[in-house]
Structures are given as structure tokens and as C-alpha cells.
């Protein structure tokens, strides 16, 4: 298979000023996941998709490649990521007549993923013969809406309904998007990554941080520093 990684950085970020290419822990967040990408065998190449030539430039010098720049209106507060790889994917097909038989996405805003969930959740894929699969964390079983006027809904009303709670089918969530994976043909039919045959892969909650938000930013970099530390505690918890 030809596994093909894109990585979606364009500049503007609102929540956290030039979030994909501030320093987190050392170096430019985005650094991170390029190398990470860069160190999975399967994958054959590994592409940033930016609109800026300042995150361009950090992305070549950790070794990805910007075969062109990203159009703006495909980089504004409300373009949508899938638009960007549509664009991607028409743009190496047409100039270099490339097109991949898997994509796979990694957003620069998921530090705590490890090369080793990219590496299991690929396995995973292709074991199952999956057209799609994303990376999911269990959350709980009760779930509620809130309106404008704090007024809550409960969607799953099954749950109160259980005499026996544990019984209950395991519920999950986007883990903060860490991982994407799509069969190219599938994508371009759908234009969506939940698409065909979908299967998850399980990330620990915590590890399921999302950087939105400059207090999303700060726990991560601690997390992030004290990773290795809070694994091992966990494994050997009793």
C-alpha cells in the first residue's frame, strides 16, 4: 500500500496564537509530529498542508514536504479540513499523477499520540480490512446536551433505564483527532473519513488531550514532561 501522511497546519489559529509552530517543550509543536510520521516505515511520504511559508519553512527543516502552498479561503476560521485534503489530493494527481491508496491524518494538535498508536493503529487497519478508522477514548455512558438557556437533555436515556450500569455497552468519543485513516478511493467517494467499514482505535483518556485553548496547551506541555513518569504509575497501580 502506499500510505501517504498528511498534516493540516494552516496559520490564523484564534484560541492559541501560531499554535503549529509555537515552542512547546523545546520545539515548534509541529516538529513533533513530522518526525513522528517520518519514523513509521509504512508510511511513504508525509505532506504539510499550510497556507503560510513561515510554518512551511519549520516543516522543511524538520523534513516534511510542501509541495505547494495551501489556497487562503481553504486556511479561513470555517474551512474545513476536508476541503484542504481534497485540494491536496486533486493538486498531486494532477501535477505529479500521484495519488495514494491510503491516506492517513495527524493533526499537529494531539502531543500526547505516540509513534507507537500510529504504528498499532495502522495494524489495526489493515488487519481488519477497515475503510476507515479513527482514534477514539471511552467516556461515560450518561450523555447531555445543553441549550442556550443551561437546560440539559439526556440523549441516551438507556442508561436509566439499566438496572445494571456495568452491563451497559461501552460508550466512546473523538480522542481530539489524533488519528485519521481512509482508504483514498473511499474519501474521495464520501468526502468524509467516517466512511465505508469504520473502526476505532482506543487511546487512554489521558492521553486524549486536544489544543484549543491556552489552558489545553499548558496541561499538555505538562503531561507531555512528565509522560514516561505517569504511564508507568498507571501500569503498576493497584
Same mark, same amino acid.
Given at each position: 500500500?502506499?500510505?501517504?501522511?498528511?498534516?493540516?497546519?494552516?496559520?490564523?489559529?484564534?484560541?492559541?496564537?501560531?499554535?503549529?509552530?509555537?515552542?512547546?517543550?523545546?520545539?515548534?509543536?509541529?516538529?513533533?509530529?513530522?518526525?513522528?510520521?517520518?519514523?513509521?516505515?509504512?508510511?511513504?511520504?508525509?505532506?504539510?498542508?499550510?497556507?503560510?511559508?513561515?510554518?512551511?519553512?519549520?516543516?522543511?527543516?524538520?523534513?516534511?514536504?510542501?509541495?505547494?502552498?495551501?489556497?487562503?479561503? =481553504?486556511?479561513?476560521? @470555517? %474551512?474545513?479540513?476536508?476541503?484542504? #485534503? +481534497?485540494?491536496? /489530493?486533486?493538486?498531486?494527481?494532477?501535477?505529479?499523477?500521484?495519488?495514494?491508496?491510503?491516506?492517513?491524518?495527524?493533526?499537529?494538535?494531539?502531543?500526547?499520540?505516540?509513534?507507537?498508536?500510529?504504528?498499532?493503529?495502522?495494524?489495526?487497519?489493515?488487519?481488519?480490512?477497515?475503510?476507515?478508522?479513527?482514534?477514539?477514548?471511552?467516556?461515560?455512558?450518561? =450523555?447531555?446536551?445543553? @441549550? %442556550?438557556?443551561?437546560?440539559?437533555? #439526556? +440523549?441516551?436515556? /438507556?442508561?436509566?433505564?439499566?438496572?445494571?450500569?456495568?452491563?451497559?455497552?461501552?460508550?466512546?468519543?473523538?480522542?481530539?483527532?489524533?488519528?485519521?485513516?481512509?482508504?483514498?478511493?473511499?474519501?474521495?467517494?464520501?468526502?468524509?473519513?467516517?466512511?465505508?467499514?469504520?473502526?476505532?482505535?482506543?487511546?487512554?483518556?489521558?492521553?486524549?488531550?486536544?489544543?484549543?485553548?491556552?489552558?489545553?496547551?499548558?496541561?499538555?506541555?505538562?503531561?507531555?514532561?512528565?509522560?514516561?513518569?505517569?504511564?508507568?504509575?498507571?501500569?503498576?497501580?493497584?
Amino acid at each position: 500500500m502506499e500510505i501517504l501522511a498528511i498534516i493540516p497546519a494552516r496559520s490564523g489559529s484564534k484560541g492559541i496564537k501560531n499554535k503549529n509552530i509555537r515552542n512547546f517543550c523545546g520545539k515548534p509543536l509541529i516538529g513533533y509530529v513530522i518526525n513522528q510520521a517520518l519514523q513509521i516505515k509504512k508510511i511513504n511520504r508525509v505532506i504539510v498542508s499550510t497556507d503560510d511559508y513561515k510554518i512551511a519553512t519549520v516543516a522543511k527543516k524538520y523534513g516534511a514536504e510542501i509541495p505547494f502552498l495551501r489556497p487562503k479561503e =481553504l486556511a479561513l476560521d @470555517n %474551512s474545513k479540513v476536508v476541503d484542504a #485534503i +481534497l485540494h491536496l /489530493l486533486k493538486e498531486l494527481k494532477n501535477k505529479e499523477n500521484y495519488q495514494p491508496d491510503v491516506i492517513i491524518l495527524l493533526q499537529t494538535t494531539s502531543p500526547m499520540r505516540t509513534i507507537n498508536d500510529i504504528n498499532k493503529a495502522l495494524l489495526l487497519f489493515t488487519k481488519s480490512k477497515a475503510d476507515s478508522l479513527v482514534s477514539v477514548c471511552q467516556t461515560e455512558n450518561l =450523555l447531555l446536551a445543553k @441549550n %442556550s438557556r443551561n437546560e440539559l437533555k #439526556i +440523549l441516551n436515556t /438507556l442508561f436509566l433505564k439499566s438496572s445494571n450500569r456495568q452491563e451497559l455497552q461501552h460508550v466512546y468519543k473523538l480522542d481530539g483527532s489524533m488519528i485519521y485513516i481512509v482508504k483514498t478511493d473511499k474519501f474521495l467517494q464520501s468526502k468524509t473519513f467516517f466512511t465505508g467499514k469504520l473502526v476505532g482505535y482506543e487511546i487512554p483518556r489521558w492521553q486524549a488531550v486536544d489544543l484549543d485553548e491556552s489552558q489545553d496547551y499548558v496541561v499538555a506541555e505538562i503531561l507531555y514532561k512528565n509522560f514516561k513518569k505517569i504511564q508507568d504509575k498507571i501500569k503498576k497501580f493497584k
